[in-house]
């Protein structure tokens, strides 16, 4: 059974991981396009700059998960350096759990908005609903607090920032 969860939880990350390099790659080509449609003719692809902002939001909140799934997320923590392995330990753990709690609340209001995005009725592109695009915040965010506080009750080695 454990190594049917770990080949699932495996895939689960090489997914994230394409995603997250399909959407940079795709950002990346059409911000070229464009800046290369306006500087050499003057014109630009009409829904250019609506799926870029969309494609920031997107590459933002993947990058973040992957972070935290690493544990390459900025942490601020002076204190940590004098302490001892037990009350660092101690320290992360508490670091931690306050930083699920802080995501936590990010994905309640993000699946609030996203709400009032579906209530409103709003449209990407004139072409369909934006709330199914922007379901990301919630579901970013609820998945980083769902790693912290499993890190927070279950530590795992860190790996070395170089």
Same mark, same amino acid.
Not at 35 to 56: A, F, H, Q
Not at 71 to 83: A, C, G, P, Q, V
């Given at each position: 059974?454990?190594?049917?969860?770990?080949?699932?939880?495996?895939?689960?990350?090489?997914?994230?991981?394409l995603l997250l390099g399909l959407v940079l790659?795709?950002?990346?080509?059409?911000?070229?396009?464009?800046?290369?449609?306006?500087?050499?003719?003057?014109?630009?692809?009409?829904? &250019?700059?609506?799926? *870029?902002? $969309? =494609?920031? #939001? %997107?590459?933002?909140? !993947?990058?973040?998960? @992957?972070?935290?799934?690493?544990?390459?997320?900025?942490?601020?923590?002076?204190?940590?350096?004098?302490?001892?392995?037990?009350?660092?330990?101690?320290?992360?753990?508490?670091?931690?759990?306050?930083?699920?709690?802080?995501?936590?609340?990010?994905?309640?209001?993000?699946?609030?908005?996203?709400?009032?995005?579906?209530?409103? &009725?709003?449209?990407? *592109?004139? $072409? =369909?609903? #934006? %709330?199914?695009?922007? !379901?990301?915040?919630? @579901?970013?965010?609820?998945?980083?607090?769902?790693?912290?506080?499993?890190?927070?009750?279950?530590?795992?080695?860190?790996?070395?920032?170089?």
């Amino acid at each position: 059974m454990k190594e049917a969860l770990e080949k699932l939880r495996q895939l689960l990350l090489r997914l994230e991981d394409l995603l997250l390099g399909l959407v940079l790659a795709g950002m990346i080509l059409l911000a070229s396009s464009q800046i290369l449609l306006r500087n050499l003719w003057e014109y630009s692809i009409p829904w &250019g700059d609506p799926s *870029l902002r $969309l =494609m920031v #939001l %997107w590459v933002t909140l !993947l990058g973040a998960m @992957a972070t935290t799934r690493d544990h390459n997320h900025i942490r601020i923590d002076l204190l940590s350096r004098y302490l001892p392995p037990r009350l660092k330990q101690a320290a992360g753990r508490v670091t931690d759990l306050f930083a699920a709690l802080v995501c936590a609340l990010l994905a309640w209001h993000a699946a609030r908005f996203v709400l009032f995005e579906l209530e409103d &009725g709003s449209r990407f *592109l004139d $072409l =369909m609903p #934006l %709330w199914p695009l922007q !379901l990301v915040m919630p @579901a970013g965010f609820g998945i980083m607090a769902l790693r912290l506080l499993l890190n927070a009750v279950s530590p795992q080695p860190r790996k070395a920032v170089t």
